[in-house]
């Protein structure tokens, strides 16, 4: 499984931007799909995620500014971020919960991962 993150670059404080991250390769489901995000010195927190049947979570940072939403046919999660602030520059990296199947000897066998996106930046600067 690989993701593919793209969206990310500068954009001046109370502007917006908008990320997306698809999955590709033997993905029989996606429960979780998610956004993280790592500023330098510190460590990676979670920005919003969303499981499969829509419900969504976000850190307290970020609510009412960022929505997160995914395209299940595309198998692709997006994070619309609005009202940036400086503090949100950061590398974002998107996750997902995921799982596989395999056919083998007249059997189907299931696996489920955690995946990492190669991470985008997101810098908010005037």
């Known amino acids: 499984v690989q993701l593919q993150a793209s969206g990310g670059g500068l954009v001046q404080p109370g502007g917006s931007l908008r990320l997306s991250c698809a999955a590709s390769?033997?993905?029989?489901?996606?429960?979780?799909m998610g956004w993280f995000r790592q500023a330098p010195g510190k460590q990676r927190e979670l920005v919003a995620n969303?499981?499969?049947?829509?419900?969504?979570n976000y850190a307290d940072s970020v609510k009412g500014r960022f929505t997160i939403s995914r395209d299940n046919a595309k198998n692709t999660v997006y994070l619309q971020m609005s009202s940036l602030k400086p503090e949100d520059t950061a590398v974002y990296y998107c996750?997902?919960?995921?799982?596989?199947?395999?056919?083998?000897?007249?059997?189907?066998?299931?696996?489920?991962?955690?995946?990492w996106g190669q991470g985008t930046q997101v810098t908010v600067s005037s």
């Open positions: 969303i499981i499969s049947g829509g419900s969504t």
């Open positions: 390769g033997n993905i029989f489901s996606i429960n979780r």
């Open positions: 996750n997902i919960d995921a799982r596989s199947r395999t056919y083998k000897s007249g059997s189907y066998y299931y696996s489920s991962n955690d995946y």
